[in-house]
Structure formats: C-alpha cells, structure tokens
C-alpha cells in the first residue's frame, strides 16, 4: 500500500515463512550491485545483516564471493552483521565460516548487542571488526550514572579488544 514497513515487523514474518534466505540473498545482489555501480561513489562500504539460515548454508562462501566477483568489489566494500541470536548456533561452525570469510577481506559487525544473550564469549571468540550497542542498552547514557558506568565499561572492552563500536540509535 506504499507504506514503510519496519524491520522490525517484516522480519519475523519473513523467517516465519521462511522467505529470509531468499530476501537475504536478494539483498546482497543489490547491494553489490549497487556498489559497482557509479549511483553511489561516496560509498565506501555497505552492511549487510545475515539470518542464522545464511549462516548455517554450505554454498555462504560461494554464494558471497560470486557476487562480489560479478560486480568486481573488493570485499572491504561489505560488511556482515550478525544479531546474538547467530551466536546461539553452532559456535564451532560459526568461528569456521567467520574465519574463511575475514581471510578473503570481509568484516563481522555484531549488531544489537546488549538485546540478547549479550555473549561477551562469542565476541572474544569470533572475529569482529565492530561492535553495535543496542539503543536500549545506551538510551541512559549520558545522564543515568549506572548506564554511564557500563557503557563506558564496554567501550574500554571493545577498544581494548581491538573492536570498532556503534552506538545505535544515537
């Protein structure tokens, strides 16, 4: 009906019908496609999130470095972001595919972190470039001492870690 319609409620209904595989992919498609075009010169790079279903797919690294191949990116042009949910599969899996991944030049972005099981482990584990704080975990700071207090803890962390971090929302 020519209404925006937010992630947050597309989303679940495409993992419910199991249409995030598909859209997932499309998505990637047009984004490559759109970095190798001359639509957007300003654009260094574009996250793209992941669904678990990606993830967890044997032909990820194929279908990934076909795309950037076809449209003739390099692969600092993408980033990956991955919700905590991911982190709750299979870890081994996950640190496999992440690894062969990072290795051919792409970056891992956690994003919404703070939202779920906050697995300070898969961050120390898993090989990100970046960290997103979630906006409800940073919607005190400045102003609420606690919230000051973890947020600027967390910050020490990622940097200490050698992690970019975003706070969403902001």
């Given at each position: 009906q020519g209404e925006?319609?937010?992630?947050s409620l597309f989303i679940p209904l495409a993992?419910?019908?199991?249409?995030?595989?598909?859209?997932?992919?499309?998505?990637?498609?047009?984004?490559?496609?759109l970095l190798s075009s001359d639509q957007v010169p300003q654009f260094q790079s574009?996250?793209?999130?992941f669904s678990t279903q990606q993830f967890m797919s044997e032909e990820i690294i194929e279908r990934i470095t076909g795309c950037l191949n076809r449209y003739r990116l390099s692969p600092g042009r993408l980033k990956l972001e991955i919700t905590e949910r991911v982190?709750?599969?299979?870890?081994?899996?996950m640190r496999t595919m992440m690894e062969r991944l990072t290795a051919l030049g792409?970056?891992?972005?956690?994003?919404?972190?703070?939202?779920?099981?906050?697995?300070?482990?898969?961050?120390?584990e898993l090989p990100f470039a970046c960290v997103k704080?979630?906006?409800?975990l940073i919607s005190g700071y400045p102003d609420d001492e606690r919230t000051s207090a973890m947020v600027d803890t967390?910050?020490?962390l990622f940097h200490a870690m050698d992690c970019q971090v975003v706070a969403e929302g902001v």
């Open positions: 925006l319609v937010p992630p993992e419910e019908t199991g249409l995030i595989d598909r859209l997932s992919w499309i998505v990637l498609e047009q984004v490559c496609r574009v996250s793209i999130n982190l709750s599969e299979d870890m081994a899996r792409l970056q891992f972005y956690l994003d919404d972190f703070g939202t779920g099981y906050s697995n300070l482990a898969g961050v120390l704080l979630d906006h409800s967390m910050l020490d």
